[in-house]
Every structure is written in structure tokens, then in C-alpha cells.
Nanobody
Framework: QVQLVESGGGLVQAGGSLRLSCAAS????????MGWFRQAPGKQRELVAD???????NYVDSVKGRFTISRDNAKNTVYLQMNSLKPEDTALYSC?????????WGQGTQVTVSS
């Protein structure tokens, strides 16, 4: 099994920055994708960004140029650097680990951006 531990998040003013981290542990399959999803109140969960073990990335259009996803494969950790945050980025951010064997979710970390 795979376990995820998230950190980061919090309250920040518009224009500020936050960094989220998510560390995976356990039986880590060789091929996997790690990413961040978010869900705001009253809205559907959406993919924010994901990254393969080889470093290929994918972003939702609304965060392109502001957010950067990266990973440290030696630590099985994925990071989401969020810059120029906007109030509409306010949501519960959840880490996801996906492979042929597993589809695991973190507990989520709240990001609140004040105007």
C-alpha cells in the first residue's frame, strides 16, 4: 500500500505564495503519477497539476504561469509552488498518487486566499 503525508497550505493574501508538499511512502510502484487536485465549496474537484516520474507535467489553464509542480523521486515527494495566488484559488487541495496498482488520496490541506 501507499501512504501520503501532505504539508503546507494556510491563509495568505492575494498575490502571495504558498508551497505544498506531499510525501509518499510504502510500496512505491516504479511507474506513477503524482498530482494535486482542489475542490472549492460548491464546485467539483479539479486537477490542478500532475507530474510523472519522468518529469512530464500537466496544468489546468487557470494556474499556468503561476503554479509549478515538481518532484523529488529519491524522496517520493511532490511539491506545488503556488505564486500570485488569487481568491479564486481558495480550496481544499488534495494530493493524489496514481499507478496501475494504486489510486491513493491524501487528507487534503486548506488553502485560503484573502482579497
Amino acid at each position: 500500500q501507499v501512504q501520503l503525508v501532505e504539508s503546507g497550505g494556510g491563509l495568505v493574501q492575494a498575490g502571495g505564495s504558498l508551497r505544498l508538499s506531499c510525501a509518499a511512502s510504502g510500496s512505491i510502484p516504479r511507474f506513477n503519477v503524482m498530482g494535486w487536485f482542489r475542490q472549492a465549496p460548491g464546485k467539483q474537484r479539479e486537477l490542478v497539476a500532475d507530474i510523472t516520474k519522468g518529469g512530464s507535467t500537466n496544468y489546468v489553464d487557470s494556474v499556468k504561469g503561476r503554479f509549478t509542480i515538481s518532484r523529488d523521486n529519491a524522496k517520493n515527494t511532490v511539491y506545488l509552488q503556488m505564486n500570485s495566488l488569487k481568491p479564486e484559488d481558495t480550496a481544499l487541495y488534495s494530493c493524489n498518487f496514481y499507478s496501475a496498482e494504486y489510486d491513493v488520496w491524501g487528507q487534503g490541506t486548506q488553502v485560503t486566499v484573502s482579497s
